[in-house]
């Protein structure tokens, strides 16, 4: 063989070689990046997850416990408050006895008939209030009382040094509340005294009436 053909076959086998080494480098570094990617990027993934799943798990578990809450207040109103709409009804039928009551006025000297009558209504009120306070329903005696527009309807103002201004010096309707929830305001008449009226009351000698608001 000649020397030329020798040096071409060296050439063709040198190119060969170097081709091969640079496919190498190739798969090695496509390899290398796939390796790098196989235990990384899963992790990170995984680890998003994760935290998404127990972000989705707390925010279903907060919203059962509201739901359950809800639904135990609910059935809580019901059961407190299920005789609203009868006690109200109620409460106008105690109102006429009341009234009735005022109505007769002092029977001391009347016949033995009326004062039975007047005892017998007397009896029913009071077995009444006793009814519904068993049930929870109390009855507001705001009299001496600083308004409280949350259970007192003030339907008038009045002069009357017994008390300061701004208190409840008349009760014309009772009020009620059932388990702590206002059933019913009291219709009140409230204090407003002239200029000077109020002090000139408890300067009197022996005036020991309570003026604080």
């Known amino acids: 063989m000649s020397e030329t053909a020798k040096n071409n076959q060296d050439d063709l086998h040198d190119a060969a070689s170097a081709e091969e080494t640079a496919a190498e480098d190739v798969v090695s570094e496509a390899t290398e990046a796939e390796g790098g990617e196989a235990t990384t990027d899963p992790v990170a993934a995984l680890e998003a997850e994760v935290a998404e799943l127990k972000d989705r798990l707390l925010r279903a578990a907060a919203e059962v416990e ?22 109200r009804e109620l409460l106008d039928v105690g109102d006429n006895l009341r009234r009735a009551l005022e109505a007769a006025g002092d029977t001391s000297n009347a016949d033995p008939t009326m004062k039975k009558l007047v005892e017998g209504v007397e009896m029913t009120e009071q077995t009444l209030l006793k009814a519904l306070e068993k049930n929870g329903v109390e009855k507001l005696e705001p009299l001496g009382e600083k308004l409280d527009p949350n259970h007192h309807q003030a339907v008038f103002e009045m002069p009357n040094p017994a008390y300061p201004d701004g208190h409840v010096a008349q009760v014309m309707q009772a009020g009620y509340v059932l388990k702590g929830r206002l059933l019913r305001p009291a219709m009140v008449g409230v204090t407003k005294n002239p200029a000077g009226q109020e002090a000139a009351k408890n300067d009197e000698p022996g005036s020991n009436v309570d003026t604080s608001a």
């Open 66 to 87: 509201n739901t359950r809450r809800r639904a135990k207040k609910d059935v809580e109103d019901a059961g407190n408050y299920a005789i609203t709409k009868f006690a």
